[in-house]
């Protein structure tokens, strides 16, 4: 059994995999209420793998390293896919992870995956498995943080999934509409230039907002919300068959 962990901007995830069979997964505000011991005992895990875009956290990867055989995912880490990006060290681990996540699905395929949590992300892989890069840009909740940041009379307005105006007949209205009905279009326009770029595009979905936008793209889509998991079990079992 393996037992990947992913710690993100705003949250943890965690899941089993046996082999490449999603078993069970878990999500944790923090790392100090993660029971290590009791996982691994519980689903007799023999080998982990770590992925983090938070500082500090040592502790915890050494507490996985006394009780289990556990990699740290890291820039140099051997991966199944090639990176063709340009500045490696500076590349995100989630990037990476997400669009080897894809991979594992749909291996010899033009994929773009589009990651909506904290930052929107686009990662693009191409039908040789090379990962080629794409773009990043401000999260539906960093928007309307920054709207009322950075404005002296602008309110802060909560997400509203149900909210379907193009314009908007309210202040309230206006920044739903200038936040997500022009993230939708955004989202949509790199679509389209994938699209036109690259023939048989697989588009994923995933990430904690995409609920939003997986009904509201015209484009078919897969969404998956373990893309991540997926991508990190997929370097655990490549490092293990390699070692």
Same mark, same amino acid.
């Not at 059994?1 to 943890?12: A, E, H, K």
């Not at 895990?45 to 500090?56: D, G, P």
């Given at each position: 059994? %393996?037992?990947?962990? #992913?710690?993100? +901007?705003?949250? $943890?995830?965690?899941?089993?995999?046996k082999e490449k069979e999603l078993l069970q997964h /878990?999500?944790?505000?923090?790392?100090?209420? $993660? #029971?290590?011991? %009791?996982l691994i005992d519980k689903y007799s895990?023999?080998?982990? $793998? *770590?992925?983090?875009? &938070? +500082?500090?956290i040592d502790e915890f990867v050494n507490a996985l390293f006394n009780k289990t055989n556990t990699m740290l995912f890291k820039a140099d880490t051997p991966i199944p896919i090639i990176n063709m990006y340009q500045s490696k060290s500076t590349l995100g681990s989630d990037r990476i992870v997400a669009a080897?996540? &894809?991979?594992? =699905? /749909?291996? +010899?395929?033009?994929? =773009?995956?589009i990651d909506a949590g904290t930052c929107l992300k686009y990662n693009f892989t191409n039908n040789k498995n090379e990962y080629l890069g794409g773009a990043i840009s401000p999260g539906l909740q960093m928007r309307f943080i920054a709207l009322q940041n950075y404005t002296a009379r602008l !309110?802060?307005?909560?997400? #509203?999934?149900?909210?379907?105006?193009?314009?908007g007949t309210t202040t309230n209205e206006s920044i739903l509409t200038g936040v997500q009905i022009a993230m939708?279009?955004?989202?949509?326009?790199? *679509?389209? %230039?994938?699209?036109?770029n690259y023939d048989k595009l697989t588009i994923v979905l995933t990430g904690g907002d995409a609920n939003f936008f997986e009904k509201r793209l015209k484009k078919t889509?897969?969404? #998956? !919300?373990?893309?991540?998991?997926?991508?990190?079990?997929?370097?655990l079992l490549h490092n293990l068959i390699k070692a």
């Open positions: 059994m %393996q037992l990947v962990i #992913d710690i993100g +901007n705003t949250r $943890i995830k965690a899941a089993i995999f /878990f999500i944790y505000n923090s790392l100090e209420i $993660i #029971d290590v011991k %009791q895990i023999t080998n982990a $793998i *770590v992925c983090s875009v &938070a +500082n500090e080897i996540g &894809a991979y594992s =699905l /749909f291996p +010899n395929e033009n994929v =773009l995956v !309110p802060l307005v909560e997400p #509203d999934i149900a909210y379907e105006k193009w314009m939708l279009h955004e989202i949509e326009g790199f *679509v389209e %230039q994938y699209t036109t889509i897969f969404a #998956d !919300p373990f893309i991540m998991l997926k991508g990190l079990n997929e370097i």
